[in-house]
């Protein structure tokens, strides 16, 4: 009976270290292939390989933000209705335990970075460091919080164009950031709407928002992304001119989102809400396959 009970408590320990590092919110790192779609070199091994492994390497460093963000979090976690049930939250791993993966795993992804490309390795490490502040400071900061997770999706997009010196159009860069923006404030939202009167012994900074305000910045982003796109594909100098076509995705993708956010009351998990909704998927997909018709073809 003990040795079943110490094999259940190993399994459960194993899990409760995958759900630490979060692989369903690794989806937000596949920003790092725009450029390599965008610049036509995705069937090219060279460059899709080191795409790859700057993939990977995100994936890594979200892992190492995660756990960074639990730790310090995980006395609030544990008043909320959905985070405590994270790992530390919930006593399945120790903090001590955490830190110490945090301290093992956060070297060697810097130095494998930084092997493979100086320049990937420095947005690398800005994305840590800008996760850093956002823990420690910039989350307690209105409207500056959000910013800063936009900034995580720039610095993706940026770093998988350095990683194969490619250059990426100022217009992608500027759509990234306002859907950022957008899934950014989606976020905030949920969180007021879930924790209600609550929120402020969950995080302080959400005493700041209100559904009216949060609800104009959204009309404000939703309309500045659909416009943004609109002119990149306009902006196309004949080469790439029927990528308007892909407009009515873009148009249909917002739409169902804020469908979501808003009569489903959810959002609060972008990766999951994208996931878990098959019409969502099926845009996605078709966007994916249209865009590289388009630019390939």
Known sequence: MSARKAYLSFI????????????????????????????KHVFDWEYLSKVALAFLFFCMVSACVYILNDVVDVNK???????????????????????????????????????????????????FLNNLLYSLIIKHLVILDVMSIALGFLLRVIGGALVIRVYISPWILLCTLLLSLFLGFSKRRNELVVLKDDVGSHRRILEEYSLEFIDNMLSIVTASTVMAYSLYTFSSNGENYYMMLTIPFVLYGIFRYQYIIYKKNEGGSPEETVLSDIPLIINIFLWICTSIVIIYL
């Open 12 to 39: 459960a320990k194993i899990e409760g270290y995958i759900r630490l590092v979060r692989p369903k919110q690794w989806i937000k790192n596949l920003f790092v292939f725009a450029a390599l779609i965008f610049s």
């Open 77 to 127: 976690d544990r008043a909320h209705p959905k985070k405590r049930t994270r790992p530390i939250a919930a006593g399945i791993i120790k903090k001590r335990e955490a830190i110490i993966l945090l301290i093992v795993l956060l070297p060697l992804v810097l130095t494998a970075s930084f092997l493979l490309n100086v320049y990937l390795g420095i947005v690398i490490l800005l994305y």
